[in-house]
């Protein structure tokens, strides 16, 4: 059987992408051969016996929860153990959630550092803590969703949030 892996490119984060990745996910399984599995994430990691691309499988609730595969870059299986990728689906449907929050909010800075310790940044006004900080107290709190869990890869860690 022949490598397709370069048939597959990156994901772009929109449904349509991705459920047209779910629907080629089971042609994309078959050559590969499993390295990792998290049961508890329901993640699967694995490679082309012929040309070494790393692929990992994700599935997203409001997509049906259906399973859907992406090219990873290399990892150390331990490594992976400990911090799957993060999966592009829970990406997208973080930052549609967040969008609405970053559209209604401005962060302008203030003269004071930021409250927490060691960080470098600037606090926002009306906040003592700097934007990256008052995201995450939102996130705390349950007032904004949490970031979705994973390690973050190029092309998805270019335009990362920064909370």
Not at 27 to 33: E, F, M, N, S, Y
Not at 50 to 71: D, V
Not at 77 to 83: I, K, N, P, V, Y
Not at 129 to 136: A, D, G, W
Request: glycine residues 6%.
């Amino acid at each position: 059987m022949n490598c397709t892996c370069f048939q597959y490119s990156a994901l772009e984060l929109d449904r349509r992408s991705i459920n047209k990745r779910i629907k080629a996910t089971a042609a994309i399984l078959k050559p590969l051969v499993l390295l990792a599995e998290n049961p508890t994430l329901r993640l699967k990691l694995l490679r082309c016996p012929h040309c070494a691309q790393h692929w990992q499988t994700g599935w997203e609730w409001s997509l049906r929860g259906s399973e859907y595969a992406y090219h990873v870059p290399e990892i150390d299986l331990a490594d992976w153990q400990q911090e799957p990728y993060l999966q592009p689906a829970a990406w997208m449907v973080y930052g549609a959630m967040m969008e609405p929050y970053y559209a209604k909010n401005t962060f302008e800075p203030s003269n004071k550092p930021c409250g927490v310790a060691g960080c470098p940044h600037r606090a926002i006004r009306f906040s003592g803590v700097c934007e990256p900080h008052h995201v995450e107290q939102l996130q705390q709190f349950g007032m904004l969703p949490k970031r979705p869990v994973g390690r973050l890869f190029p092309p998805y860690g270019a335009t990362a949030p920064a909370a």
